[in-house]
């Protein structure tokens, strides 16, 4: 069966300081990915997906980048994080025209 | 502009008894809707969906409703339990016309079963 696993659960880090989320899927080849950010009392705002390694789109611009450097990895970065960058992220995968899958998250606050 | 929206931000139902949650969308090219259940700190949890074709689709106590005309859908949990306290998410898609699926997602409907 397949499995999404996505850390840390949860990340405090400074203002100004980077960023680095990893998802990975296990159990299917070949996914699509996808990263999303909940804000607090906010719906999930799809922020990358990618339906290929290397092939990265982001649909609202921001502070961060995505990155797939293997087929079932998928990588959520900020060179400077700011206080906007606050939320929860989720990563999900999914077959085209299948419902996605979601990790567990991570809670990240800048303080 | 909120392609997916749920009015009601929260929902307390007694257990036992029907709770009904709303969605509409705007976007006429949505051909796939998807409902979501989330508990705290957890991911989204794929719940039911169902295809521009149908107007109702069953999986046990869910049964989700769609009016393509009203771009309305619900979804209906009969009985209600304590365990279904979670935040539901209406999600919609071009899922069968797009080479990826671009889920667009509506902000969530916090549910609360009172015992």
């Known amino acids: 069966s397949q499995t999404i696993h996505q850390w840390p659960a949860t990340l405090v880090q400074p203002v100004g300081s980077p960023l680095s989320l990893e998802c990975t899927v296990e159990?299917?080849?070949?996914?699509?990915l996808y990263w999303y950010r909940q804000a607090a009392g906010r719906g999930l705002q799809l922020l990358f997906y990618?339906?290929?390694?290397?092939?990265i789109s982001s649909e609202v611009p921001q502070n961060l980048s995505a990155s797939r450097p293997q087929d079932r990895q998928f990588i959520l970065s900020s060179k400077k994080l700011l206080l906007s960058d606050s939320g929860f992220y989720l990563c999900?995968?999914?077959?085209?025209?299948?419902?996605?899958?979601f990790g567990d998250g991570t809670r990240l606050s800048i303080l | 502009d909120q392609q997916v929206k749920q009015n009601s931000p929260s929902l307390s139902v007694q257990e036992g008894r029907i709770s009904i949650l709303n969605c509409d969308y705007t976007?006429?090219?949505?051909?796939?809707f998807l409902w979501y259940k989330k508990y705290p700190a957890e991911g989204p949890t794929f719940l039911i969906s169902?295809?521009?074709?149908?107007d109702k689709n069953e999986d046990g106590r869910f049964t989700v409703f769609l009016n393509k005309s009203a771009k309305h859908l619900s979804l209906h949990i009969v009985p209600s339990q304590p365990g279904d306290s979670a935040v539901y998410f209406c999600?919609?898609?071009?899922?069968?016309?797009?080479?990826?699926?671009?889920?667009?997602f509506g902000p969530g409907t916090s549910l609360s079963v009172i015992p």
């Open positions: 169902i295809s521009s074709i149908k």
């Open positions: 999600a919609a898609s071009g899922g069968l016309k797009t080479s990826y699926d671009k889920v667009i």
């Open positions: 976007n006429s090219m949505f051909d796939y």
């Open positions: 159990g299917t080849s070949n996914p699509n």
């Open positions: 990618s339906v290929g390694i290397g092939q």
């Open positions: 999900a995968w999914s077959r085209q025209g299948q419902p996605q899958h």
